[in-house]
């Protein structure tokens, strides 16, 4: 059974199965265009009291949520890995990240929503101040949905916005369930919406909407796209973060058991569907047979299996999509050298979910879809190169500018490298992880706007100039 949603039309329901073992996840309600007006609806009844609670008040519920999601971290962690696929660690650790953000914001959202005093002049006095900027909308993907929720209703809801989200139609579960801690911990109704249902429906509602202030979406390029066409001329600020190609630059210099750790968990983490995963990896020639020897071996201790059992360091694709896609890939690839992995894992338990192999791909050929795709799946190309200079020509030879990592013990390396990049984060001796105090975004084609830091609090809010002549 394909590990996707389908629908029950008698009773306009998304049925959500589990990637690994092809059963029933759960349910949840296919909501439309009009379930999706009166959510909106609902939000902006609820806008005037949310905007007027204190900074403290919001930031006490914040809290308490962040509390709640920690003390049920456990099911919540076993609800993602049975929708989405990801193993427990994995799972529990999205779930920490959840709380993780929402502490951040409800840390300095009594601080952070400051104006400025400014010097008197002939007109009088002068200040700012930061307002909210009303009902903001949010899309977010299968891959990552806990953290993702949390990356764009925590901000918005501190500025005093209530926010209407879309997850995915394949993981709505989870959001679901922390949407119920969040009203349990004094969440009012109305300031966070669930609206679970399909992207031409839902999707298209809130991108057409001229009642939303705000709209941040991540998912690929072509439905952001779409998502940009069909909010033109409403006049709502858009964030949108579109995916990625991450490049991985290893220097002669580098620390090889680092670099090899970075690699392996870089790639292979939530089986390689993660915007910001290390797509690309490029080797100094000094050091490149050392180094895929030893990328090689700690590819092959990986197990593959349902994420929900023990000793499981990856787990299955999410859907058979997905797996056709990476598949077509490597069979696109050109010259490339599969030296691990390349194919899919079918015998006893592995026949009902999408499993495949982690995989790596020596030097494939410039044009191999390998190098110029977004493959959201556990294939890792490896690239030697003579320079530096040359990894980072090679590297920015993609529309794509989101994460991007260079491994050395040289200072120099480190400036020349994040100088000369293309994209919008970029890692010095490790690749991945993001804290919630620092901005995220990408450029080109990868997007724009960002997510993260004070960056996400300003976006929305608006500053208003006050001057008061004597």
């Known amino acids: 059974m394909p590990a996707t949603m389908t629908n029950n039309e008698s009773e306009k329901l998304i049925t959500v ?146 926010i209407v989200l879309k997850p995915s139609a394949k993981t709505p579960l989870t959001a679901l369930a922390i949407a119920a801690l969040a009203k349990e911990a004094g969440m009012p109704d109305g300031v966070l919406e669930i609206v679970t249902g399909r992207g031409e429906t839902v999707g298209r509602a809130l991108a057409e909407s001229r009642e939303l202030a705000s709209l941040s979406f991540t998912g690929s390029v072509a439905t952001g796209k779409e998502v940009e066409k069909l909010s033109c001329g409403t006049g709502k600020r858009l964030i949108m973060e579109l995916g990625g190609s991450d490049p991985m630059v290893v220097c002669a210099d580098a620390d090889l058991d680092k670099a090899v750790a970075g690699a392996v968990s870089g790639r292979f983490y939530n089986c390689g569907q993660t915007c910001t995963a290390i797509k690309r990896l490029f080797v100094a020639d000094d050091i490149a047979d050392e180094f895929t020897a030893r990328l090689k071996a700690e590819t092959e201790k990986i197990t593959v299996g349902n994420g929900i059992l023990k000793g499981i360091r990856m787990g299955p694709l999410n859907s058979r999509e997905g797996l056709a896609g990476i598949e077509s890939a490597l069979e696109r690839r050109g010259t490339g050298e599969v030296v691990s992995g390349g194919e899919r894992l079918t015998e006893g338990a592995f026949g009902a979910g999408n499993f495949f192999k982690p995989t790596i791909v020596l030097n494939p050929d410039e044009k191999s879809p390998l190098l110029n795709e977004e493959i959201f799946g556990p294939i890792l190309p490896v690239v030697s190169v003579d320079s530096l200079e040359s990894a980072i020509e090679y590297a920015n030879r993609t529309p794509f500018g989101l994460g991007a990592s260079v491994w050395t013990k040289s200072l120099r390396n480190s400036y020349t490298f994040a100088e000369n990049i293309d994209a919008g984060i970029v890692w010095v001796n490790r690749h991945l992880k993001i804290p919630p105090e620092v901005p995220f975004g990408g450029e080109k084609a990868s997007g724009y706007g960002r997510e993260n830091g004070l960056d996400a609090l300003k976006h929305y809010t608006r500053e208003k100039t006050v001057i008061i002549s004597p």
Request: hydrophobic share 40%; charged share 20%.
């Open 17 to 162: 199965t589990n990637p690994a073992t092809g059963e029933i996840a759960g349910t949840a309600k296919l909501c439309d265009a009009d379930d999706t007006k009166a959510a909106i609806e609902k939000a902006y009844a609820a806008y005037q009291k949310w905007s007027a609670v204190s900074s403290n008040r919001r930031a006490a519920i914040l809290f308490k949520t962040a509390e709640l999601v920690r003390r049920n971290q456990d099911e919540l962690a076993r609800l993602l890995t049975t929708e989405q696929g990801k193993i427990l660690p994995e799972a529990k650790n999205e779930v920490q990240g959840f709380a993780a953000v929402y502490e951040f914001y409800a840390s300095i959202t009594g601080t952070a929503l400051t104006g400025d005093a400014l010097p008197k002049s002939d007109y009088g006095y002068a200040f700012t101040r930061r307002e909210p900027i009303g009902v903001c909308g949010a899309i977010i993907p299968w891959n990552m949905p806990v953290l993702i929720m949390a990356w764009k209703t925590a901000p918005a809801i501190a500025a005093g916005n209530p």
